[in-house]
């Protein structure tokens, strides 16, 4: 009910407060992307406004004086806002999603008064540069109308000049709505049993109060919450058939979009035409074109590479801030979509000559002549330990633990993640936390630790798999900084895979990765197919995720040639009748 009130329109809204905290451990010493450029610090919230209406604005923080107080700089869309007081405002906005940012002036640097421009992060005492900790919006006040927003615009298809055209208006909505929420053409039946709950509604109310009920019937729905996909007349137990075309086009944008189809998708397939020959590719690589397939780049990312667990990452490590964790979830994932988007062979996520950095990221990777907050594409020379995955922070820091590197988490990832052969399950009754063992903890080298641990046959048979991956990284700290000492011992990162192949250094590792491409293919495509069934890998899906190898190979491994492998595979396009 809330969710149709919103998205219609609702007059009799009372004001509400809503408190964005901003994230724990920001650092608002520098700059922030998406800020006006000569601010520091700051928040950027992005509110959906329910009304064309008044709002009031609150702006907290500890705004330091060392030079006559604080000056906050305040704007709505990117458009400055000038407001007598900055702190605490009343604005008229209208309808919609808007984004606003508040940052403080920086005048130290412009002053050149860096002695009272120290870090300020969230969870410390205000410094006298202080910072932004929140910011709180409250309303709707005097609300005029429910404005001109994005969900009204795709509601209301049509409306009604006259009271005699407030019913065939009304069923050309909830039809239209219908159909996009049920992913399917719509029966005669289905908009009769709406539309006389419409009617109802519109006597107590009037037509807009009439479609707000109507779309939150439809929004509780079983065809609205559930996927249903129906077996066909005939089919047996455990016999396989090919979905149909309105299914398939729901899988599709599910898959690529994580939403619902679009209508032009559900137009093809409600024809029976989306397996045409060329209408099905072209509908796929349409789809992959469109920006909408950002939520495969950001959700799949994060779930293959562990992205979404550096959100957990609680580290001892100084210099990791707010901003460091999402710096590296971002050049990860800039990475993963300039694969996508230029189509490029999915082994480049291994040895890509260029990444992704802003001036914090680059400062914390020694990457020279960066400057201000914004992300841009930089090229890493064959010699810099940065080129692809194994050099990212994220990847370093989510397979650490909370004050040490742990060099097996970081070969089990490997393992598990870019080759497709994970490691067995230690026994039951098997220590695995070094720091729990008393004589381990005395020895300040992790190697030798580890070769203690590994002195148990128990032990061995799976640590010599997994540990020289890992220690071939060491030169990396918990958080990805470049280190020549592990405490005061140097560190050794050479090592031997089971195969005999020597490694020292990340350099090795990559190419030992390399040298086995296609198992890192094999390894990517399963993870993509899991993603895209929504369901576990079987045994019994492996010949096709070799099939789409094999037929990728040609073109190197592209991106678009995986996706459509998979969208054309029998997982993909065909249910077994349980």
Not at 132 to 160: E, K, L, Q, W
Not at 394 to 404: A, C, F, H, K
Request: hydrophobic content about 40%.
């Amino acid at each position: 009910m809330k969710i149709s009130r919103r998205a219609v329109g609702d007059r009799t809204l009372i004001p509400t407060q809503i408190t964005y905290p901003a994230p724990s451990g920001l650092s608002q010493d520098r700059h922030i992307e998406g800020l006006p450029l000569g601010t520091r610090g700051g928040m950027l919230v992005q509110h959906t406004f329910p009304m064309d209406a008044e709002y009031e604005f609150n702006v907290g923080g500890g705004f330091g004086g060392g030079t006559g107080g604080a000056l906050i700089d305040v704007t709505m869309d990117g458009e400055k806002i000038a407001v007598a007081n900055p702190r605490n405002f009343r604005l008229a906005v209208k309808a919609g999603p808007h984004t606003l940012g508040a940052a403080l002036v920086d005048r130290q640097r412009a002053a050149g008064v860096d002695e009272a421009y120290s870090d300020f992060r969230i969870k410390s005492v205000f410094t006298a540069a202080g910072g932004i900790t929140s910011v709180v919006i409250n309303g709707p006040f005097s609300a005029a109308s429910p404005g001109d927003t994005p969900s009204r615009h795709r509601i209301f298809v049509c409306y009604p000049a006259s009271a005699g055209e407030e019913a065939p208006c009304a069923r050309k909505i909830v039809t239209t709505l219908t159909r996009r929420a049920f992913r399917r053409p719509v029966l005669d039946a289905e908009i009769d049993a709406l539309m006389s709950f419409y009617q109802q509604c519109r006597i107590e109310g009037d037509f807009e109060i009439g479609i707000q009920q109507a779309m939150a019937l439809i929004l509780v729905a079983p065809r609205f919450l559930y996927r249903v996909e129906e077996d066909p007349a005939g089919v047996k137990d455990g016999a396989a058939y090919r979905v149909s075309d309105i299914e398939l086009a729901s899988r599709l944008s599910f898959f690529l979009w994580s939403s619902i189809p679009d209508d032009e998708l559900l137009d093809v397939a409600g024809k029976g035409r989306l397996r045409d020959p060329g209408v099905f590719e072209q509908q796929v690589k349409r789809m992959l074109a469109d920006p909408k397939s950002d939520a495969l780049i950001r959700n799949f990312a994060g779930q293959w590479l562990y992205l979404r667990e550096l959100s957990k990452v609680e580290t001892a490590a100084k210099d990791f801030d707010e901003n460091l964790r999402q710096a590296f979830r971002r050049e990860t994932e800039m990475l993963f979509e300039s694969i996508v988007r230029e189509d490029r062979s999915i082994v480049r996520m291994l040895d890509a000559d260029y990444t992704f950095v802003d001036e914090r990221l680059a400062r914390h990777y020694g990457i020279p002549n960066i400057r201000g907050s914004y992300f841009r594409r930089v090229t890493l020379d064959a010699s810099n330990p940065r080129r692809g995955l194994l050099g990212q922070g994220s990847i370093l820091t989510v397979t650490s633990v909370g004050n040490r590197t742990s060099p097996v988490t970081r070969g089990k990832w490997i393992l598990e993640n870019l080759l497709g052969t994970p490691a067995p399950v230690p026994p039951p009754g098997v220590e695995t936390n070094l720091d729990k063992d008393q004589e381990a903890v005395k020895i300040t080298s992790l190697r030798q630790r580890l070769e203690l641990h590994r002195a148990s046959p128990v032990c061995a048979s799976c640590h010599k798999i997994m540990d020289p991956i890992g220690f071939a990284l060491e030169n990396f700290d918990l958080i990805g900084t470049w280190r020549d000492l592990d405490g005061k011992a140097p560190i050794n990162a050479s090592g031997e895979l089971v195969d005999g192949t020597p490694l020292n250094g990340p350099a090795d590792l990559r190419r030992a990765l390399l040298g086995r491409r296609e198992a890192f293919v094999t390894t990517a495509t399963e993870k993509l197919l899991t993603y895209a069934l929504g369901r576990v890998v079987q045994y019994y899906d492996m010949p096709e995720v070799r099939r789409i190898v094999r037929d990728a190979a040609p073109k190197d491994y592209n991106f678009s040639s995986l996706v459509l492998g998979i969208v054309k595979s029998a997982p993909f396009q065909m249910r077994r009748k349980s």
